[in-house]
């Protein structure tokens, strides 16, 4: 098992399995993995479910999966196991999984602290099996380092969906005082993006769908609400909302559609930055070249973070100034989510109870 490793670690755990792309996951048990050398075993108790998971069930991005597959990678968790060169986490520390699973360590994106774009990088719930099991394996350098008062529940959400908004804040480039779009507000990553803006000093311009997204995205920080169901001129409501009527420093796209990614460079203003974070299945991103150009908009798109992100995006939380809005239900009950996301109900974020 390791060098060292907690008393009682079961034979089998309750996980949900799935077995082939486009089916229904399944709740069974299965063998608890043994971390290699470099390895810790997480006791995982809570853990969030993103809209990766469901791409990863339905195999519809362009990047293959493993399979059979345990998906999840906003798992929380205590270790429980070492392997033998583990030597800076103890048993019992409170951890996470996140999407970065591992990395080479070695290569130059790795040593700029790029270490998402490695050509290795092994992704959790997608390419190694991830946090919708009971005990789950993780790289001892890339699981992320938990307080221990830290509330496991209310972390797991923040473990993918807090850490990659808070890259793409970074990305944008707004600064204090300065206004940032968030298309798709309402949703997981759009509620968490809501909140690390304003904590970040930045005027927030929600765009979604629906009163009920209106309301909660107002709690959660956001200044102005542009309902794209009911407007009648997206473009010009949206830079209605800045103080000179010129559009929001930047747009941050975190929508699960592709229509969107066809608007942002109309109303940002002149020097703003489009960010892409949504990965629609398919989706195609255009931008007028004539008006991009004259307007100098940058268009970039923004991945996961790395580990110094994920240790400021925890500390925003450990400070108390991020609160996910989420629902918990059973690891028995994560089709039932599954299917409520492809139903477009979810408002907010679920987490996963991996003890019922």
């Known amino acids: 098992m390791g060098k060292e490793f907690a008393k009682d670690i079961p034979e089998t755990q309750w996980a949900q399995v799935a077995y082939q792309h486009g089916t229904k996951v399944e709740y ?16 995982i108790k809570y853990s969030g479910v993103c809209h990766t998971d469901l791409h990863a069930l339905q195999g519809d991005w362009p990047l293959e999966t493993k399979m059979p597959l345990v998906g999840g990678h906003e798992g929380a968790g205590y270790v429980v196991a070492l392997g033998d060169v583990v030597n800076d986490i103890k048993i019992g520390d409170k951890v996470g999984v996140k ?28 390419t190694v099996d991830g946090s919708f099991q009971q005990y789950c394996i993780g790289k001892a350098a890339h699981v992320a380092r938990l307080p221990p008062d830290c509330d496991l529940e209310k972390v797991a ?17 707004v600064r204090p005082g300065q206004s940032l779009a968030i298309v798709g ?10 909140q690390y803006a304003k904590a970040m000093g930045i005027d927030v311009i929600a765009i979604d769908g629906g009163s009920d997204k209106q309301t ?32 929001p420093h ?5 929508a699960a559609n592709e229509k969107p990614f066809q608007q942002a460079a109309a109303y940002v203003r002149p020097r703003g930055a489009v960010v892409m974070i949504g990965l629609p299945a398919g989706a195609v991103m255009q931008a007028p070249v004539f008006e991009s150009v004259v307007r100098m908009i940058s268009i970039k798109g923004s991945y996961v973070g790395n580990r110094c992100d994920t240790a400021e995006a925890l500390e925003f939380f450990n400070r108390g100034l991020i609160n996910a809005p989420f629902k918990t239900v059973g690891l028995s009950k994560l089709q039932e989510v599954y299917d409520l996301m492809r139903e477009n109900k979810i408002v907010g974020r679920y987490v996963v109870d991996n003890e019922k």
């Open 28 to 43: 069974k048990q299965i063998p608890v993995p043994k971390p290699g050398p470099d390895e810790v075993l997480i006791n």
């Open 157 to 173: 959400p923040v473990l993918c969906a807090g850490i990659t908004v808070y890259k793409g804040i970074k990305e944008s480039g």
């Open 99 to 126: 999407w970065i699973n591992g990395s080479c360590l070695q290569c130059s994106f790795c040593m700029q602290a790029d270490e998402p774009l490695c050509a290795k990088a092994s992704l959790s719930g997608y």
């Open 250 to 254: 930047a747009a941050l796209l975190v």
């Open 185 to 194: 507000a309402g949703g997981g990553l759009g509620s968490l993006a809501c």
């Open 216 to 247: 909660s995205t107002k709690q959660l920080g956001a200044a102005h609400y542009v309902d794209f169901m009911s407007t009648k001129d997206l473009v010009a409501d949206v830079q209605a909302c800045t103080p000179d009527g010129l559009g």
